[in-house]
């Protein structure tokens, strides 16, 4: 399978626990997006890296949360202290960052889906 | 009001034709998608269209957009019952981040 992949695809925690969800884009995509989506809610945007930079964070991205792409290929996203407004599902997208190419076409993954009791 | 607007259901029969509307406020977006998403699952980029574009078509699909009343359709032809999901509306600008509506919940009775 050469799409997106996101592991895993459910995580139950209590609050203030820590958690650490994985995201493995497609291999030729050098950009990679994480959103948040709440149930009856379209996604937010919460940042996004070409290759390793993290060139751009949401305000919603508070200091609980931390994103990492070290290598430029698979990324991390990670929350501190959890508490129950975080379950959502957190989704990960792709896409190619070629300046003119295809840089609008992000695919997504599955997902991981957060619940926070 | 939201950046992106779209009514949350749309109820139709097998092979009528469906038509999802979206209405955004930022004249500055220069092109907007539709995404489709089924159950537990991720998001699907359908279709886009640039802002200095007016029609797409894409076999069954057809993207219509009046940038003067910001507004865009998706008509689903022969609409199908596998087609029944959440449509989404999202415009991009710069950083080609995508803004997202809330979504169009697609029920297609046999």
């Known amino acids: 399978d050469t799409g997106v992949s996101q592991d895993p695809r459910h995580k139950i925690t209590k609050r203030g626990q820590n958690v650490t969800f994985r995201c493995d884009p497609i291999?030729?995509?050098?950009?990679l997006y994480w959103y948040r989506q709440t149930l009856g809610q379209g996604p937010e945007f919460l940042t996004y890296f070409q290759n390793e930079a993290q060139l751009e964070k949401s305000r919603l991205l508070s200091d609980r949360f931390s994103a990492e792409r070290p290598k430029g290929s698979f990324s991390t996203l990670e929350i501190q202290r959890t508490e129950q407004g975080d379950s959502a599902m957190y989704l990960c997208a792709s896409s190619l960052g070629n300046f003119g190419s295809n840089t609008y076409e992000q695919y997504f993954g599955p997902g991981t889906r957060l619940t926070v009791t | 009001g939201e950046d992106v607007e779209q009514s949350l259901f749309l109820s139709v029969r097998e092979g009528d034709s469906s038509v999802i509307n979206c209405t955004y406020t930022?004249?500055?977006?220069?092109?907007l998608y539709w995404y489709k998403q089924e159950p537990g699952a991720g998001l699907q980029l359908l279709t886009y269209?640039?802002?200095?574009?007016d029609m797409k078509q894409d076999q069954r699909l057809t993207v219509l957009l009046n940038k003067k009343d910001k507004h865009l359709s998706l008509r689903i032809a022969d609409t199908q019952t596998g087609d029944s999901a959440i449509y989404f509306c999202a415009r991009g600008g710069g950083s080609y981040i995508p803004t997202f509506g809330r979504g169009t919940s697609l029920i297609v009775h046999p």
């Open positions: 930022d004249s500055s977006s220069t092109y």
């Open positions: 291999s030729e995509h050098n950009r």
């Open positions: 269209i640039f802002s200095n574009m």
